[in-house]
């Protein structure tokens, strides 16, 4: 996460003139990686850009995006840009959900972070997450059908001890076909001239209050939107509680959250990692029980890392689930953040 | 279109080599358009490379390419490479015609560059126009079917008071289908070992003459194309004269054309721009009749934009044409450039 | 190949944070390629990014990545991350064989690294070459079609006047169709929950002996694929014998290697090139005779090169092939290095 900062400022205002900055970043890990029958070989280098600059206002904008994302980043997912001043930040692009923004995922597992049969350290927030798609399926199918139109939009602010967060999509998505043969195909709505069908919409609100070492906070969503495998329209709303909580060399987050509406999803999550000295341990432990399908699945993840300096850290980590025929999963490599 | 220009020559000179320079910039955008149905949101943003070195006789030579682009930029198209001196600048891949080196376009309307059903800003030049592809279809059908090749060569020189330009492809392309699953496929000729089929040859020159704030000049395009569509083959040439002045704050360009041969279309057009302190005002209006269809089509862009500082402006504005069924479209947003 | 070192290092520190650093360089080119039938224009410009950094313990690790492989670099080929340090340097993604990362392959003729109907300048190795593809046809079909699994590993260390290399692969493939639509496909295995299918095992070692401007070497190589297009598993080994020399102004290459076990095929080829001041010439001949087939080819290029200085020069060549109904090939363009 430590990013290079390019020395520009001597020379763009040497030429008199304000120019936002970028700056070039990203990451690398190279491992073997336990898939449930054999040890493989797995890795990766990405380069990401962080471009940012100050109006004479005091006004404060910007955007991100990775290089591996930069085409579809040109139709407005997969990358963000962002305003922000004494007002909040108002983001538009592959952003998350309202409660997403202010409670965050578990932590990461394994180099790889790791995702098993019932699913991964992601909480299972309904909106904006999954990289633009609405997860609006059963927990226990691991489908995820549901098609987000994207860029949305998310605010945040901080008003002392509290924060505050709302994000919603534009309900529209043109006709083209979502997915692709492993490329990342651009949904976009927004293009002029394209006839948009409403597929889906969706927007969420959440809350947070700090005190001392603890958080605690509440999100609602809502999302309306079409199951692309059956074709048929569903409501889904999720009420979620969180809590954060620092104690010592230990954080440990809770989330509880039900599915209402065409839904019926009780979840349950909790996760924790603790820091000494060089080396960091954590985990979760998430439940989750369709009771229109009478079915539930409890997944777990358990990992650790050793940081080297300079950006270097071994890290590892097993996950797995109760769903039957699933295996377990592991990896062990390396990580380098740039 | 502020660039921000790296400070790597000390750094490079102290290892006593004479590298060519990258310089990484961009640009963002977010906000609402309006599709002639919807608000719906849109976002974007883009990052750019830009290579510049001298050789030791004191030759320029470098390049360009977009992040987004970099894929297809492997094949000669959506990017560009030049080298230049006193004889003037030669610039290979993804570049304009020689009229539209010369000439330029309209001021562009909203922060998306707004097009309506008839047309956009775009000057319709019938070279190396349009991402490559040559427009010789009917102005009124909104149909760009017949394929350039690319790259193409483009000289432009100034002479004290003229300028000239001329380019030219190289009039062949590849047996492979042109366009693809939203993805940019590379047509790239030029492939060892690939038989290529004369599809297209296109070539331009242009000239202009500069007084004071005043410019006036003439372009020749000749095109000898497939209609992709109709399999047919078509001659089309077009002669456009362009005039530009500088009334105080206030810049006005017109231009006249004929496209002749296999089309006869008479198209005018005229485009202005004010600028009162960080308030710019600009739009167009464009009119073209195809005589062999007996069809004609007007169609006008209006927009605004506030100058922000450090990079950022407010950009809205409005585009509609007569075009029976379409409807006007319209956008405000911030734009960013990096 | 001179890279761009930005100078982020007083910044970096100034923060505290002895954070790896990325460099941005590139090359661009333009010119003129004779396919055997035509003149066409040739142009290209590529952007690539280079990290590196040093934990506290004095690991050095890093990877590189062009920016347009970078979409594929996500799922572990196209790209490369590796850790070094006494004990040699640790590679994956994207990497050669051993043999190769000892012996590389012949000087490359033309602006465009000419390919003629028999071959090019690459040497003829077994293991990841040919972008991660195993090339486990004969060589006189110019058909390569067993797909290796990749990422790769690949170990490199010197000990003094010997080097050493090895590297292997991991067996596995997923089960998805290899190839595209002109777009770079993730073969990525890896990928967790994806049941694997061995379609691909692979490993190398090669040694060399440095004395004076002397260097020879040998290697052995070993691959367990399936045809693609046979649909037919094969075992094919190599061994090569490699030497390398400088005499004067003049290198010299040669290596004789034979390939057996379900193939039987030797290969013989050598390349040179000389430096006069600001001028390079070099070429190579290559042969190959199929055994089982019996067939064989031979196949040759010749070019030169001048350096304009500043990372710029002129480039040309012309490779030919006796395979009936080729023709000879040939280019003649600028090329630039940032």
């Not at 987000?148 to 505050?164: D, E, H, I, K």
């Not at 329209?233 to 959250?257: E, H």
């Not at 890290?315 to 390396?334: E, F, H, N, Q, R």
Request: aromatic share 10%.
């Amino acid at each position: 996460m430590k990013k290079v900062l390019f020395a520009t400022t001597a020379l763009v205002f040497s030429a008199g003139i304000a120019a936002a900055e970028v700056s070039v970043g990203g990451d690398g890990r190279m491992g073997v990686v336990y898939n449930g029958d054999d040890w493989n070989f797995s890795s990766r280098i990405r380069v990401s850009f962080t471009a940012s600059g100050t109006t004479d206002g005091g006004l404060e904008f910007g955007g991100s995006v990775r290089a591996d994302q930069a085409i579809a980043a040109t139709r407005g997912t997969s990358a963000s840009v962002y305003i922000s001043g004494a007002f909040g930040k108002l983001s538009m692009g592959d952003v998350v959900g309202a409660p997403e923004a202010l409670f965050g995922d578990f932590y990461e597992v394994g180099y790889t972070d790791l995702s098993s049969a019932g699913g991964s350290n992601d909480i299972g927030y309904l909106t904006a997450d999954n990289g633009g798609n609405v997860d609006c399926t059963s927990v226990t199918t691991g489908v995820s059908a549901c098609a987000n139109s994207g860029p949305n939009l998310l605010y945040t602010g901080t008003f002392g001890a509290f924060s505050v967060a709302a994000s919603m999509s534009d309900g529209k998505v043109n006709g083209a076909t979502i997915g692709g043969l492993g490329v990342p195909v651009a949904v976009g709505n927004g293009t002029v001239g394209v006839t948009d069908t409403s597929v889906t919409q969706e927007y969420a609100i959440a809350g947070a209050y700090t005190f001392g070492n603890y958080t605690v906070g509440m999100g609602y969503e809502y999302s309306n939107g079409r199951n692309q495998l059956s074709g048929t329209d569903m409501d889904v709303d999720m009420i979620s509680l969180a809590g954060v909580g620092q104690f010592g060399n230990t954080s440990v987050k809770a989330v509880i959250a039900h599915r209402g509406q065409d839904a019926d999803v009780d979840w349950y999550g909790i996760g924790a990692s603790s820091v000494f000295g060089a080396t960091t341990v954590g985990g979760y432990i998430q439940y989750a029980e369709d009771n229109n399908a009478n079915t539930d699945v409890t997944w777990y993840g358990l990992g650790a890392e050793y940081d080297l300096g300079g950006g270097a850290s071994i890290k590892g980590g097993i996950a797995d689930s109760d769903v039957s025929g699933s295996d377990a999963v592991a990896d062990l490599g390396v990580k380098f953040s740039f």
